[in-house]
C-alpha cells in the first residue's frame, strides 16, 4: 500500500503532534483500546508504537502477530489505519522507532524494556 497517495493533508495529520488509540483484540472478550504515541512512515505504509516488552497490548500481539486498529482524531478530522501488528525487538529497531517518536513528540524517557509495536497499514479509513 502507497501511503503517500492518500495526499498531503492525510500526511500532515500524521505528522501533527496528536494522540492515537491502538485496538487490539481479546479472546472472547470487547478490545483492548489504550492511548498511545504512534509515528507513521508514508512510503512503507509501517506505524510504529513504542511501548515496554512487559505491557499489555505487546502481549496481546504477541510473537505471532496481530491484527490492530490504530486511530487518532482531531475535532472532525479523524483517521483509522489497519494492519497487522508485530513486536520487534532489535536494538536498532527500537532506536529508529525512538528517533521517530521524538521527531513527532518529545524525546521518550530511558526504558531498557522497550519494544517496537510495528504495524503494516493494509486499510485506511478517515476523513482528512
Not at 47 to 62: C, D, E, N, P, Q
Not at 92 to 117: I, L
Amino acid at each position: 500500500m502507497n501511503l503517500v497517495e492518500q495526499g498531503a493533508g492525510f500526511a500532515a495529520f500524521w505528522q501533527e503532534r496528536h494522540l492515537c488509540t491502538l485496538s487490539t483484540a481479546r479472546p472472547g472478550r470487547p478490545p483492548h483500546v489504550v492511548p498511545v504515541g504512534a509515528t507513521l512512515d508514508l512510503e512503507t505504509a509501517v506505524a510504529r508504537v513504542i511501548t515496554s516488552g512487559g505491557s499489555y497490548k505487546a502481549g496481546l500481539i504477541g510473537a505471532s502477530g496481530a491484527l490492530v486498529a490504530l486511530c487518532q482524531v482531531d475535532g472532525r478530522r479523524w483517521s483509522t489505519l489497519e494492519g497487522r501488528a508485530v513486536i520487534r525487538t532489535g536494538p536498532e529497531e527500537v532506536a529508529d522507532a525512538e528517533r521517530r517518536y521524538a521527531a513527532r513528540y518529545k524525546p521518550p524517557r530511558v526504558n531498557p524494556s522497550r519494544v517496537v509495536v510495528e504495524i503494516q497499514v493494509t486499510r485506511v479509513l478517515g476523513n482528512v
